[in-house]
């Protein structure tokens, strides 16, 4: 294959380039600093990039690289690389899930107890000159309840460490069991009873189209006075207009926050308030979590560039390549089937069976059953889950998978159906490849129900009588929203129907609440799924 060329535009730890540079048949150049133009210059000549966050991989760099093999970003977010397009060209991109959870843990910990004893500003003030004691009195705690939005990875280490400072912890996280939940010493609660308990809130999920402003006006209205704020997650997930409404009122005593809607947040009004403090985004700045990083994308992609294998990767499933052109489209319906059905459930997934059906048995299995978890878990989980840990994290969270097989088809050359179940509810959805690429609904809740696996969709359970599609149509009619496409099914005459809605764009809560209390409707779900393969990969940003 000849010498492999790698260029490293980012600053990683010099653990990671002995590991790149110490392996026969690759060759390294760091080059950092460079603009975006300097970059599409010079990429055409190599087959693998490392980044971490400064170096922008856009489309157009993408298009000039044109014997690169593979991207490795040397963290978990990869808002800076342009996923689909890399997707589009077969390039290969990877990231490092895992390795900055005990550092991002440990800043989150470090922020509370500054923010509880109000450190940075009696550290400003002593500077100063000033010797003020009274004006910086703080809180103790122990004893004081911590609710957590999340208990991922990262969640769970906050967990521990703060029962450490004799804490009483409590968390939401719709995606992990009660007993995985008790496991870990929390107590799990819905989000209302966190809001409206907990003394100090700590958010730690990926920044999704489900979490992006979570905590909003309404929710600092349901918290106690007083509460304290703790982001080092995502900008965007906590409401920044709204934090600000909170700290003028008191609702909100203080607030740390590692991260901004807009970075850097110059001009910012949150700084302007003493009770907020803040870092620039340094949840995985430490010495061990940058080598961890560095360490763990060049072996990465040693193990690619030198015998074809897979790992995090956050395009394409962990197989051999030669089997990409048969294997992609049954990845992309898994993955989109999955997707679908984890937005149609309100608790967490306990129970999954997937089965495969005719031809597509004949392709591995392994990865569909990675891309069907991952679209199970992605709406809830980001990016941090990929086609390598997705079976990992589901059994992490208790979920039990099974999967059934045979060659044997009747109406379709190749089916996968997936059923899910949790304490509350039970889902299943059934579809196929039409073509060679195209993926498509057949059967929804044992409904016959054609339909797209793309785009803004409304799924709505109704009652099988007559009128019921009319009022639905005149309320959107009214409302002035356009409908791409309707499909509607029913498990016998008079009984329950499911109608499937396209819409060119979403429906605000409002219209969605009112098409719920029409009569016979039963329940209403809003979708989001690509529009085109690859698309649905949440790019969050920097870690």
């Known amino acids: 294959m000849g010498v492999q060329r790698v260029l490293v535009s980012d600053r990683v730890s010099e653990k990671g380039l002995e590991i790149l540079r110490g392996t026969e048949g690759i060759s390294v150049d760091v080059r950092t600093g460079l603009s ?24 157009e760099v993408i298009d000039a690289a044109g014997k690169l093999r593979v991207i490795g970003r040397a963290g978990i977010g990869v808002d800076n690389v342009d996923v689909p ?23 989150t910990i470090s922020m509370m107890c500054a923010l509880a004893r109000k450190i940075p500003q009696a550290t400003a003030a002593l500077k100063s000159g000033q010797w003020d004691r009274g004006r910086f009195m703080g809180v103790e705690l122990g004893g004081k309840i911590l609710g957590l939005v999340g208990i991922g ?34 107590e799990p609660v819905s989000m209302e009873e966190l809001l409206a308990r907990s003394d100090f809130i700590s958010v730690h999920t990926p920044l999704t189209d489900e979490t992006r402003n979570l905590i909003d006006r309404s929710a600092f209205a349901k918290m106690r006075r007083g509460v304290m704020i703790i982001n080092c997650a995502r900008g965007g997930i906590v409401n920044e207009r709204a934090l600000h409404e909170a700290l003028e009122s008191g609702r909100v005593a203080g607030a740390a926050l590692d991260c901004f809607e807009v970075e850097p947040p110059l ?3 949150l700084l302007e308030f003493e009770q907020v403090i803040c870092t620039p985004h340094l949840g995985a700045s430490t010495e061990e979590a ?25 395009n394409v499933p962990s197989v051999n390549l030669d089997l990409l052109p048969d294997l992609m489209p049954f990845s992309d319906l898994a993955e989109r089937l999955g997707r679908f059905l984890a937005q149609l459930f309100g608790s967490a997934i306990e129970e999954v069976a997937i089965q ?5 048995t004949r392709i591995p299995l392994a990865p569909l059953k990675a891309a069907a978890l991952k679209g199970l878990l992605h709406p809830h989980l980001g990016d941090i889950v990929n086609f390598v840990n997705a079976p ?29 179940g949790s304490r509350d509810e039970s889902h299943s959805i059934t579809g196929s490849i039409f073509g060679r690429k195209q993926p498509r609904l057949l059967e929804l809740n044992d409904s016959p129900l054609g339909g797209v696996l793309a785009g803004h969709l409304l799924v709505i359970r109704n009652e099988d009588r007559p009128g019921v599609i009319g009022n639905i149509g005149s309320v959107l009619g009214k409302k002035g929203i356009n409908i791409a496409s309707i499909n509607v099914g029913r498990d016998r005459a008079g009984g329950r129907g499911i109608t499937l809605l396209s819409l060119d764009a979403p429906l605000a809560k409002p219209i969605i609440d009112e098409i719920s209390g029409l009569p016979h409707v039963m329940w209403v779900k809003q979708l989001e799924l690509p529009l085109e393969p690859g698309s649905y990969l949440n790019r969050g940003k920097d870690s």
């Open 392 to 420: 990992l994290m589901a059994e992490e969270r208790g979920i039990a998978v099974v999967e059934r097989s045979t060659s044997k088809a009747e109406d379709y050359t190749s089916l996968i159906s997936i059923a899910a």
């Open 36 to 59: 975006t133009e300097e970059l599409r210059s010079i990429i055409g000549d190599y087959q693998a990039l490392v980044v971490r966050s400064s170096t922008r991989v856009t489309a």
């Open 85 to 107: 397009a890399a997707t589009r060209k077969g390039i290969v991109v990877m990231n490092t899930p895992q390795g900055n959870a005990v550092a991002a843990a440990e800043h």
């Open 267 to 269: 001009g910012n009004p």
């Open 356 to 360: 495969y059906v005719g031809d597509v």
């Open 290 to 314: 940058q080598e961890k990083v560095a360490v763990a994308i060049a072996e990465q992609l040693v193990d690619y560039l030198t015998r074809g294998v897979l790992q995090n990767t956050v």
């Open 153 to 186: 990875n990262i969640g769970s280490i906050v967990a521990g460490r703060a029962q450490g400072l004799m804490m009483k912890v409590i968390a939401h996280d719709p995606y992990v069991t009660e007993e995985m939940a008790r496991a870990k010493g929390v």
